[in-house]
């Protein structure tokens, strides 16, 4: 070790001892510290032991004071309470005894008061005669507000009128049937009397039941004013329903009698529909048979659905009324007292209603199965917002007669529904309603309007076909809808083309027939492609064909079959055109001369027959009519415009205008005449 490190060292162990020096200094001042404080702080704990000693008797004869004061003042306030007791009968007995409606909340007041004072007496003095005036007094008051009660809901109710309503929407609403401060009073008053409820019952032994009553004041009441609302409504919308000792339709349908529109009928609607540019209008829907009062079972049918409409709105306004007002365990009793007398009108409104519809459809009024879907629309529709947002069960009363009638009009329109195919098909055997103009049956137009109203209720139809009920929100899917739709529109065609092709055989005139064809099949596919029908058919396959083609297909095969009528004349051009070319110079034998005068006899006999058949022919579709015109002019005219060229330098007649006796244009324009009946 160096002599420079031992001084390191020696340096490092003298500033080691200064600080240990240091540190035992501090040491001792702490400890001297801390000495003091534990002498001072056992002083202290002395002497707040000797201020105890000399607080804790003062302060405990201070508590007792206190309690003592406290007792004193409850005590004579139950004094002045039990004293109130004694004076509260006749104090409040012209408060009491009067009527409730100055002030509910003062009066149940009062009532608390009593109910206090009569327990009070109960469990101190049970056989006082206070008791028996106090209970005489409270049991006055219960009677008062029942009876106010009552009176509240009869002079209280709101004045609901047609503009209070709505006409629709995915939500039912509800409308306040009382006024805000009236149905506040009624709930003040029947929350307490269903809280003394039991309190009233032990201690009267009479079997008074208040809230039992105020229940059988609101059903009574409520029912009343349900029913006046309702026939308010329905008057409004012109249905004579719920009309006591009244049919409940006003004038049901009765045997109606039927009247056959008749082929020229048809024929006016036709053309009337053609010059429209076949539009469907109200007046397509005339069915076969028309019942004399399907009109009013329509309108019926829309007054129905808005009184339903409005029906369901009272329902739920009173459902939730009902819970603001009526005791828990009442209120279910109490709904369905309210709501089930007009159910059943209800119910009975609808039935009626279905057996019209029934009645018509079962005379071949096929449109009248319209007013049916349109009720099961917005029977359903109510239903689905009653179960989905309120939970309302339909399968148990008061709702389940809207239940039955969703079931039973179902049922109905599936089966009229099915009649109707089975009608267009099973027609066929029924020729003698055929027009003599050879027109669009009226059968077809009734067809083709009835298959464009049902895909306006695409949804609904399709549903009903399937044979199924929407439950609460749960919908068919759209594919099997629209399949369904195009099933049955698709059958429908099938039989109208089967029984149109068994009626063409009516007429004895082949070309007349094959125009019923083709005015037929015309009219059939202008409506399907005005339509959505055909969009329908086409997107779901049906039969894997082209409809629009497969009909101009059998329009044109008609066609040829139609220009049967000409061939005569067709002939007799030919054999003048293809024949011996004579000059002017040229002269001809007699039987050369009446070859030619006969080919010109047969062709203007031909002309002016056809003409006279013809003209009373019809073609309803303006563009379908000028198509066939021209088809028959240009299959005509140039092969006698050729024929004329050919002979009219000839003498094979002194006078061969005679012969000739029609020119071109002359042609042309008799041609233009077919199927123009004005003339």
Same mark, same amino acid.
């Given at each position: 070790?160096?002599?420079?490190?031992?001084?390191?060292?020696?340096?490092?162990?003298?500033?080691? =001892?200064?600080?240990?020096?240091?540190?035992?200094?501090?040491?001792?001042?702490?400890?001297?510290?801390?000495?003091?404080?534990?002498?001072?702080?056992?002083?202290?704990?002395?002497?707040?032991?000797?201020?105890?000693?000399?607080?804790?008797?003062?302060?405990? +004869?201070?508590?007792?004071?206190?309690?003592?004061?406290?007792?004193?003042?409850?005590?004579?306030?139950?004094?002045?309470?039990?004293?109130?007791?004694?004076?509260?009968?006749?104090?409040?007995?012209?408060?009491?005894?009067?009527?409730?409606?100055?002030?509910?909340?003062?009066?149940?007041?009062?009532?608390?008061?009593?109910?206090?004072?009569?327990?009070?007496?109960?469990?101190?003095?049970?056989?006082?005669?206070? %008791?028996?005036?106090?209970?005489?007094?409270?049991?006055?008051?219960?009677?008062?507000?029942?009876? #106010?009660?009552?009176?509240?809901?009869?002079?209280?109710?709101?004045?609901?009128?047609?503009?209070?309503?709505?006409?629709?929407?995915?939500?039912?609403?509800?409308?306040?049937?009382?006024?805000?401060?009236?149905?506040?009073?009624?709930?003040?008053?029947?929350?307490?009397?269903?809280?003394? &409820?039991?309190?009233?019952?032990?201690?009267?032994?009479?079997?008074?039941?208040?809230? =039992?009553?105020?229940? !059988?004041?609101?059903?009574?009441?409520?029912?009343?004013?349900?029913?006046?609302?309702?026939?308010?409504?329905?008057?409004?919308?012109?249905?004579?329903?719920?009309?006591?000792?009244?049919?409940?339709?006003? =004038?049901? %349908?009765?045997?109606?009698?039927?009247?056959?529109?008749?082929?020229?009928?048809?024929?006016?609607?036709?053309?009337?529909?053609?010059?429209?540019?076949?539009?469907?209008?109200?007046?397509?829907?005339?069915?076969?048979?028309?019942?004399?009062?399907?009109?009013?079972?329509?309108?019926?049918?829309?007054?129905?659905?808005?009184?339903?409409?409005?029906?369901?709105?009272?329902?739920?306004?009173?459902?939730?009324?009902?819970?603001?007002?009526?005791?828990?365990?009442?209120?279910?009793?109490?709904?369905?007292?309210?709501?089930?007398?007009?159910?059943? &009108?209800?119910?009975?409104?609808?039935?009626?209603?279905?057996?019209?519809?029934?009645?018509?459809?079962?005379?071949?009024?096929? %449109?009248?199965?319209?007013?049916?879907?349109?009720?099961?629309?917005?029977?359903?529709?109510?239903?689905?917002?009653?179960?989905?947002?309120?939970?309302?069960?339909?399968?148990?009363?008061?709702?389940?007669?809207?239940?039955?009638?969703?079931?039973?009009?179902?049922?109905?329109?599936?089966?009229?529904?099915?009649?109707?195919?089975?009608?267009?098909?099973?027609?066929?055997?029924?020729?003698?309603?055929?027009?003599?103009?050879?027109?669009?049956?009226?059968?077809?137009?009734?067809?083709?309007?009835?298959?464009?109203?049902?895909?306006?209720?695409? #949804?609904?139809?399709?549903?009903?076909?399937?044979?199924?009920?929407?439950?609460?929100?749960?919908?068919?899917?759209?594919?099997?809808?629209?399949?369904?739709?195009? !099933?049955?529109?698709?059958?429908?065609?099938?039989?109208?083309?089967?029984?149109?092709?068994?009626?063409?055989?009516?007429?004895?005139?082949?070309?007349?027939?094959?125009?019923?064809?083709?005015?037929?099949?015309?009219?059939?596919?202008?409506?399907?492609?005005?339509?959505?029908?055909?969009?329908?058919?086409?997107?779901?396959?049906?039969?894997?064909?082209?409809?629009?083609?497969?009909?101009?297909?059998?329009? &044109?095969?008609?066609?040829?079959?139609? =220009?049967?009528?000409?061939?005569?004349?067709?002939?007799?051009?030919?054999?003048?055109? !293809?024949?011996?070319?004579?000059?002017?110079?040229?002269?001809?034998?007699?039987?050369?001369?009446?070859?030619?005068?006969?080919?010109?006899?047969?062709?203007?006999?031909?002309?002016?027959?056809?003409?006279?058949?013809?003209?009373?022919?019809?073609?309803?579709?303006?563009?379908?009519?000028?198509?066939?015109?021209?088809?028959?002019?240009?299959?005509?005219?140039?092969?006698?415009?050729?024929?004329?060229?050919?002979?009219?330098? %000839?003498?094979?007649?002194?006078?061969?205008?005679?012969?000739?006796?029609?020119?071109?244009?002359?042609? +042309?324009?008799?041609?233009?005449?077919?199927?123009?009946?004005?003339?």
């Amino acid at each position: 070790m160096t002599t420079v490190e031992v001084a390191m060292i020696e340096a490092q162990l003298k500033e080691d =001892r200064a600080k240990l020096e240091l540190l035992q200094s501090m040491l001792k001042k702490s400890s001297s510290l801390t000495e003091n404080m534990k002498e001072r702080l056992t002083q202290f704990d002395d002497r707040l032991v000797r201020l105890k000693g000399q607080i804790m008797p003062v302060y405990e +004869e201070m508590q007792v004071k206190i309690r003592a004061q406290t007792n004193g003042e409850l005590a004579i306030k139950e004094l002045d309470k039990v004293a109130r007791y004694y004076c509260l009968r006749e104090e409040l007995d012209s408060t009491i005894s009067n009527n409730v409606s100055s002030s509910v909340p003062d009066y149940i007041r009062n009532m608390k008061e009593l109910s206090k004072a009569i327990r009070f007496f109960l469990d101190n003095n049970p056989n006082s005669n206070e %008791v028996k005036k106090l209970k005489e007094l409270f049991h006055t008051g219960f009677k008062k507000m029942c009876e #106010e009660f009552e009176d509240v809901l009869k002079k209280r109710s709101r004045n609901i009128t047609i503009k209070d309503m709505t006409d629709g929407g995915d939500k039912i609403p509800v409308i306040p049937l009382l006024l805000p401060e009236a149905k506040q009073n009624l709930s003040l008053i029947s929350k307490w009397v269903a809280e003394n &409820h039991k309190f009233v019952k032990n201690n009267y032994p009479n079997n008074v039941d208040f809230v =039992r009553d105020i229940c !059988t004041n609101y059903v009574t009441v409520q029912k009343k004013y349900l029913r006046e609302k309702l026939e308010m409504l329905a008057n409004a919308e012109q249905l004579a329903i719920f009309a006591n000792a009244t049919p409940i339709m006003g =004038r049901r %349908v009765r045997n109606a009698e039927v009247t056959r529109k008749g082929s020229k009928l048809s024929r006016e609607n036709v053309r009337r529909q053609s010059k429209r540019g076949h539009k469907r209008t109200p007046s397509d829907h005339t069915s076969i048979q028309t019942i004399k009062e399907d009109i009013n079972v329509e309108q019926t049918a829309k007054s129905y659905a808005k009184v339903a409409n409005y029906f369901a709105q009272l329902i739920k306004s009173e459902y939730y009324q009902i819970q603001d007002l009526i005791t828990p365990s009442y209120q279910e009793r109490v709904f369905v007292e309210i709501i089930e007398p007009a159910m059943t &009108h209800f119910e009975d409104e609808g039935m009626s209603l279905v057996e019209a519809a029934k009645e018509q459809t079962r005379n071949n009024n096929w %449109v009248a199965v319209f007013p049916l879907i349109m009720l099961y629309q917005s029977l359903n529709k109510i239903k689905c917002s009653l179960i989905s947002e309120d939970q309302l069960d339909f399968e148990a009363p008061p709702l389940a007669p809207i239940s039955k009638l969703i079931t039973v009009i179902t049922a109905r329109v599936k089966d009229d529904l099915e009649r109707f195919k089975c009608f267009v098909e099973d027609d066929a055997v029924k020729t003698s309603n055929v027009a003599s103009d050879g027109t669009v049956h009226q059968l077809t137009s009734n067809v083709m309007s009835i298959c464009g109203q049902l895909l306006t209720y695409e #949804e609904t139809v399709g549903t009903l076909l399937k044979g199924v009920q929407h439950q609460g929100t749960r919908k068919l899917p759209q594919s099997n809808i629209h399949r369904q739709m195009a !099933t049955y529109i698709n059958g429908i065609l099938k039989a109208l083309e089967k029984n149109l092709e068994s009626k063409s055989k009516v007429y004895d005139n082949k070309c007349l027939s094959a125009l019923f064809l083709m005015n037929n099949y015309n009219y059939i596919r202008n409506n399907l492609k005005e339509s959505e029908i055909l969009t329908l058919l086409q997107d779901n396959h049906h039969d894997g064909v082209d409809l629009d083609a497969r009909y101009i297909d059998w329009i &044109h095969k008609q066609m040829e079959v139609y =220009r049967l009528w000409y061939q005569p004349m067709v002939n007799v051009m030919t054999e003048a055109t !293809t024949g011996t070319v004579f000059r002017e110079s040229d002269k001809l034998k007699d039987s050369q001369k009446d070859a030619i005068k006969n080919k010109f006899k047969v062709f203007n006999a031909t002309l002016e027959e056809q003409l006279r058949i013809q003209q009373k022919w019809a073609i309803p579709d303006p563009q379908f009519r000028e198509w066939v015109r021209e088809g028959n002019i240009d299959a005509i005219i140039y092969k006698y415009e050729d024929m004329c060229k050919k002979y009219e330098k %000839v003498n094979f007649s002194s006078n061969n205008k005679k012969y000739i006796a029609y020119s071109t244009n002359d042609v +042309e324009k008799t041609l233009s005449l077919f199927f123009d009946q004005k003339f």
